[in-house]
């Protein structure tokens, strides 16, 4: 019994060593995972900033195109707000330059007057659907009016002058044909007469500027 019982002592002590060994080795085990933990930690936080900064570019990208592209700015705006909000989750000091350029972007969007396409299109449709109903162009006459016929319907004066000195030009015109070109002259009676009757106005209008 003696024996048995030093055999036992001697297995307690050697459980006891071994775990004595275990709480020695503890605290760097401890040490060594908080490492670890960290480690990851911080590498998952790189790679969430990272993340997030990739969707801000991507958002940006989208609003230039809908912009330049597409010309649609509401979609335009949309794409630029979601960009600041990834910005701001970040929560980065670095990118306020960045977020200050977005709002004044979206200020600027905001501000723009956009035209009403549906009023637009209501007018057009409307002018579309009365162009049956528009009066037609003025009738034009069959037979023009000579001047003869403007001569006696002229009023007495110096339009009733002038349109007599037109037509006695007019009659008085002579076509000659010379070297393939065609002009225009006034024989030498019909030059007299325009003398005799451009001296008529003038005694008309110093008889008129009498008393």
Partial sequence: RVEALQESDELALDVARDMNRLL????????LLEERVNAVQGTSADA???WLRAEAEYYL?????ELILGGRWQNAIDALEFADGKLRELGSPSFSGVRQLIYEELQALRGVQLPDV??????????ADGVESLPLGAVVPTSPVTDEEMLESAEPGLNRIWLSLKQAITGMISVERGDGSLYRALTVEGQVLVRRRLSRPSTAASMTDGP
Wanted: aromatic content about 4%; glycine content about 8%; proline content about 4%.
């Fill in 24 to 31: 020695e080795g503890l605290p760097e085990r401890l040490r």
């Fill in 118 to 127: 549906e009023g637009l299109s209501y007018s057009l449709a409307r002018l």
């Fill in 48 to 50: 969430k900033r990272r």
């Fill in 61 to 65: 990208s989208v609003a230039n195109t």
